[in-house]
């Protein structure tokens, strides 16, 4: 997290600049299938949640605000104990904890699968291991916080299904793992990106996301 905290202080075109050539997004911006195993769309039903980990929580809280049937995302801290589920003390990559986000769905009109799809093809690089772009360590690792087993049974195939397909150019390195408790991260953190749309930090390696979500995945695109 420090590099965000001290990147404030640097002019925004060197920052571009720098950032451009050392780290590209983080966005694989890979057209990828449908999850040949999913949950199928409800008639009827209440609110789902799915709880997913790819990187730095700004960016992928503001992926998932753009995607059809989901109505609240949170951003928070999952895979850790609650006495260190904060800010400072994830950031020192020893909690367990990776930063993440909590996505409310309506199962009538978007699947867990698609969710995933979304996941993989835009909201992070699944290929990194415990980074994402320019964010080193384990809280910033890719995974799958699963809560039933219909979650974790589309989870496993979907993963299994894109490793076969070849689509990265490196193995995925994505955990699926369950769900112990999900903590609601600090409120400054929460719709970072929709208050800070000019930050050096979301215009280089978050809002790619959403324009490669609006260019691959039309039919899952919500203009907010």
Known sequence: MKHRIAAFAV??????LTSAILYPSPSVATALPDPAVDIPLAKAGTPQTAVLAG?????????FEHVKGVTQVVSGYAGGAADTANYEQVSSGRTGHAESVRITYDPTRISYGQLLKVFFAVAHNPTELNRQGPDRGTQYRSAIFYTTPEQT????????????????????????????EFYGAETYHQ???????????IVINDLPKIANLH??????????
Not at 11 to 16: D, E, K, Y
């Open 11 to 16: 002019p925004a075109i060197a920052l571009v």
């Open 55 to 63: 990187g730095c929580f700004w960016g992928v809280e503001g992926v």
């Open 153 to 180: 049974r589309v989870a496993d195939n979907y993963l299994a299904q894109l490793q076969t397909a070849h689509l990265f150019p490196r193995p995925l390195v994505t955990q699926i793992t369950p769900l112990q």
């Open 191 to 201: 719709d970072y990106l929709v208050r800070h749309p000019n930050q050096p930090y």
């Open 215 to 224: 260019k691959q995945l039309p039919a899952l695109y919500v203009d907010k």
